[in-house]
C-alpha cells in the first residue's frame, strides 16, 4: 500500500495500549464507557475490540484542556 495512503486510514489500538496510553484498568475504561465519558470500542468479532486510536487521544488531549481550564 502506497505510504500517502495508510497516513489517512484509521488506527486501531488493543485494550492493553489503550490502558498504557491512559493509565486506566480495564475496570475504569469500561465504567467511563458505560457512563459515556469514554470512547466506545469497536467490534471485531468474536470477543475482540479495539478502538480508534485518534479517539482516545482525543479523549486524552480533552482531559489535557479541561485541566489548563478549558485552554
Do not use: C, H
Request: positive net charge; hydrophobic residues 40%.
Amino acid at each position: 500500500m502506497p505510504e500517502k495512503m495508510s497516513a489517512a486510514l484509521p488506527k486501531l489500538i488493543k485494550r492493553p495500549e489503550v490502558q498504557s496510553e491512559t493509565t486506566l484498568s480495564r475496570s475504569q475504561i469500561y465504567a467511563l464507557i458505560s457512563e459515556g465519558k469514554f470512547p466506545k470500542p469497536i467490534s471485531l468479532g468474536g470477543n475482540r475490540v479495539a478502538w480508534l486510536s485518534s479517539e482516545v487521544f482525543a479523549w486524552i488531549d480533552q482531559r489535557i484542556a479541561e485541566r489548563n481550564g478549558g485552554r
